[in-house]
């Protein structure tokens, strides 16, 4: 009650610093996320509440074109992310249906017209929008942050207008988030993460280093404190899942890569072959710097595979294959990183995006850890957190977020940390 007394700026000031409510969207590539999260206490060691968190993969619907398709997943995205919003609201018991529709009469016939030029290029949204989102009462929620960059611009600019259409129906701030920093700040949540229970995000001790992993990026990034990113290496040409799921194809397993190749990795040692002469490069695993190249990595193998002697058995292949892949990969993504952290002096290192999921990395990173930097702490990000999701956009903007006149945001396919 004591906080009402104080000027409407300073209690704006405490109440953020102590309790605040995040509804974060992702929509960057082929994930629909939407997770509402209550934060509490420190800005930089806050007590986190997971409300509600949703995701719906789209990979079984791309699966079938072996990759991504940018306008489908727009599509799936206009579909899916006001369901998605009400389900998490009504899971967070934020879900109030006003019996006078008090929204919709007091939108102004000037925010009608706002939040029909918002949502003019998502038609789908658009049409949802007016019947199933204007006749709430606003939630109780404090602010909106939505991933603006980088990933696959018309699956971004879904997000982002959504995001600009609930900041001016609830007249909420936006915090646009760099969908890399959701996956750094994702390393940070406990294994054990129980998500009705608040759990506190540690005390992170810098410098910290970062190799975030994805089937767009792969860098090495060095934090010295919050909001202080510097990207100290990346890959020259492919991402690490990238060529996963291009390697994945030439072996015909499907989409995503990565799992599949891990899987077939895995049969290697029950498979009886005679040992195939393969051995793959590891790229730029001795280079001075800290840049990744896999394209060559990827060549290599459909050389060994064009290379192979006639009447070979592709299913003794496979596996041989994808565990000499997985290992050159793995080796040349562990040695970067422990070099970095040595040379940088670093107390943390921390893992994400969507390759942090291959056990092998995790097993081998664990072990170096151990054996080379005994005094830094590895963190690796909970399973369930490892692929594109809206808690670690939540947890991020908790973190290092900054509000933003939603005028002045806009999806950035190209963004960079740092920047
Ligand atoms: O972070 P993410 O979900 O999406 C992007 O932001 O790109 O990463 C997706 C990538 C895909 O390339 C996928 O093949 C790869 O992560 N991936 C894996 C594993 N699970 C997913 N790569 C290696 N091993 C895995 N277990
Ligand atoms: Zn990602």
């Known amino acids: 009650m004591g906080c009402y007394l104080l000027s409407p ?248 890569g990565g799992p599949a190749i891990a899987t077939e990795a895995a049969k290697f040692k029950n498979v009886k072959i005679e040992r195939l002469k393969i051995r793959l490069p590891r790229p730029m695993i001795s280079s001075k710097d800290y840049n990744f190249s896999f394209s060559g990595l990827k060549t290599a193998v459909l050389y060994a595979l064009r290379d192979l002697p006639k009447g070979t058995r592709m299913t003794s292949v496979i596996p041989a294959m994808a565990k000499e892949f997985q290992d050159a990969v793995v080796d040349v993504l562990v040695a970067k990183t422990i070099r970095a952290a040595k040379e940088y002096g670093v107390k943390t290192i921390a893992v994400g995006g969507g390759v942090s999921a291959n056990h092998l990395l995790r097993e081998r990173l664990s072990q170096e850890v151990k054996k080379q930097l005994p005094n830094a702490k590895l963190f690796l990000p909970h399973v369930s957190l490892t692929g594109d999701n809206a808690l670690m956009i939540a947890i991020a903007a908790a973190l290092d977020g900054k509000k933003k006149a939603p005028n002045d945001i806009g999806a950035e396919a190209n963004l960079r940390l740092g920047n």
């Open 9 to 256: 700026v300073l209690f704006r000031i405490i109440w953020y610093g102590f309790c605040m409510k995040i509804l974060a969207i992702e929509t960057s590539c082929d994930e629909t996320s939407v997770a509402i999260m209550e934060v509490n206490g420190s800005r930089h060691q806050p007590t986190l509440r997971v409300c509600e968190h949703l995701v719906a993969s789209q990979v079984e619907m791309h699966a079938k074109f072996g990759g991504v398709v940018p306008n489908l997943a727009k599509r799936e995205h206009q579909r899916l992310l006001v369901p998605l919003t009400l389900r998490a609201l009504k899971k967070a018991g934020m879900h109030k249906s006003s019996k006078f529709k008090v929204q919709s009469l007091t939108l102004t016939l000037k925010n009608k017209n706002l939040l029909q030029t918002i949502l003019e290029r998502e038609p789908e949204l658009l049409s949802q929008f007016p019947k199933r989102i204007l006749p709430l009462d606003i939630p109780d929620i404090d602010v909106i942050a939505v991933t603006h960059g980088p990933g696959l611009a018309p699956a971004l600019w879904v997000g982002v207008n959504f995001a600009k259409a609930l900041a001016l129906v609830w007249k909420r701030p936006v915090i646009p988030m760099n969908h890399m920093k959701g996956h750094l700040y994702a390393a940070f949540v406990p294994e054990t993460i129980h998500y009705s229970a608040p759990f506190q995000f540690p005390r992170l001790r810098f410098a910290v280093i970062a190799l975030l992993v994805s089937g767009g990026h792969t860098e090495l990034v060095l934090m010295k404190k919050f909001g202080d990113y510097k990207i100290i290496g990346e890959t020259l040409d492919d991402a690490a899942g990238e060529a996963f799921d291009k390697v994945a194809r030439m072996m015909k397993l499907g989409y995503p």
